[in-house]
């Protein structure tokens, strides 16, 4: 057996090569380039996608599965750009497909909030208009490829009800402000876990944005406040992992708990491992597939609207290998 180090250090060539896929694929550049309208039939369509940050690794993951799923399309040219997790950066890639005239327009938002009024700038143009990863809610029109966030923080929690122990002090690790994902997620561990769990004591609580370093610079502080922690709650397994190798073989922290969301090869390889205890899958391939389905569906005429959701399976040490098999079969882990 290959040691989890060494197969982290594949998965991280894997997520090199899903931003540097088929060239200049994958770019930080904006939008551009002629094309006609979406409502043409067409030969070919030009489709922008636009990822939240290739930084996050299930970003990455995401990105490498939406071109190579592009690419079982004759008919579907499909462009990444790197919004980089920064709002302005990706308000000007959206502007800037719009004024290119991208036949569709796929968005992954980094802040729904901030995004909003440029997709429904997309909407109005009357470009095919889909927001993934989130879905972003409050726009008129559009359409929509996404993961019920409830309900994979739900399952989580719900198997934490019996896991984390009677008067536990735990940590929470929460995504961005005004994430949809971040938001639902929170709300289902509040309702699911925390108010049937009134023994339980949240003693630190705070935002990470997704971000791995993030949450191991903050966990690295809360360790030192509270050195009784007994389980890490995350919004996602990025902010997870980062706690865990914060409190890595410091004193009292041997068997800490810890949950997160989404499923990740790093996530599967630690609960293999027995270092991170539960995820919920939020498997980019079926989004992908989904999204291209949607896109071309919508193009073509197919469909007027899509607004559909992929499932949410929990993954434990009891059936990570079925997970870790997917992984490397996508070529994201090392055989």
Known sequence: MKSLTRRIIALGA??????????????????????????????????????????????????????AEAGNYDDITLEVFDGQADDEIENKMIENAIANKFDAIIIQANNADAQLPYIQQAIDAGIVTITTNPRVEGLTGGNSVDADPYKQGAVVAQLALDEIPENANVVVLNGPAGNFH??????????????????????????????????????????????????????????????????????????????????????????????????????????????????????????????????????TKDNVQEYIDLYKEAGLLDK
């Open 182 to 315: 971040s938001t639902a997620r929170r709300e289902a561990w509040e309702a699911e876990f925390f108010e049937k769990r009134p023994d339980v004591k949240i003693v630190a609580e705070d935002i990470a944005n997704w971000n791995k370093d993030e949450a191991m610079t903050l966990m690295e502080d809360w360790s030192l406040a509270n050195p009784d922690v007994d389980a890490i709650i995350s919004m996602n397994d990025n902010m997870a992992s980062g706690a865990l190798e914060a409190v890595k073989g410091k004193g009292g922290f041997d068997g800490i708990l810890a949950y997160g969301v989404d499923g990740t090869p790093e996530a599967v390889l630690l609960i293999e491992a027995g270092t991170m205890t539960a995820t919920s899958l939020q498997n980019a391939r079926e989004l992908a597939q989904l999204n291209l389905k949607a896109v071309h569906d919508l193009l073509t005429g197919a469909e007027d609207e899509v607004n559909v959701d992929i499932g949410n399976p929990l993954i």
């Open 14 to 67: 894997a997520a090199a090569a899903a931003i540097s896929l088929a060239g200049c694929a994958v770019t930080t550049g904006n939008p551009t380039g002629g094309g006609g309208g979406a409502t043409e039939d067409k030969d070919e369509y030009r489709v922008a996608y636009i990822a939240r940050a290739q930084a996050d690794s299930f970003a990455a993951w995401l990105a490498n599965e939406m071109k």
